[in-house]
């Protein structure tokens, strides 16, 4: 359902820009959100948009990162500004709950994940 693509290596203070293509339509989707797993480490959120335009951000990258949605491509974009070692992950994309009409579907879609590596 979801397909990340954008990740690589950059340097610190560069920027990357990741894409997450999904086989939903992005306009049925109630929050679609960008979370990581660095090495070692526990997934976290990193941004997340809800249906009613909503968006809140992990501390550690506000001011830094941006998500928005493009319905029409059906595409959610992570903005990455600023990079630092410490963004260096896994990033994956995530679908929660999806509306037809006045139902609401309690979906959990996750992407295969895209790798991003910051170097110092």
């Known amino acids: 359902h979801l397909v990340e693509s954008g990740g690589g290596l950059v340097q610190a203070v560069g920027s990357l820009i990741l894409s997450c293509a999904s086989s939903?339509?992005?306009?049925?989707?109630?929050?679609i959100a960008w979370s990581r797993q660095p090495p070692g480490k526990h997934r976290e959120l990193v941004a997340a948009?809800?249906?009613?335009?909503?968006?809140n951000y992990a501390d550690s990258v506000k001011g830094r990162f941006t998500i928005s949605r493009d319905n029409a491509k059906n595409t959610v974009l992570l903005q990455m500004d600023s990079l630092k070692p410490e963004d260096t992950a896994v990033y994956y994309c995530?679908?929660?709950?999806?509306?037809?009409?006045?139902?609401?579907?309690?979906?959990?879609?996750w992407g295969q994940g895209t790798q991003v590596t910051v170097s110092s």
């Open positions: 939903v339509s992005i306009f049925s989707v109630g929050t």
């Open positions: 995530n679908v929660n709950g999806i509306y037809s009409g006045t139902l609401y579907y309690p979906v959990d879609y």
């Open positions: 948009s809800t249906r009613d335009g909503s968006t």
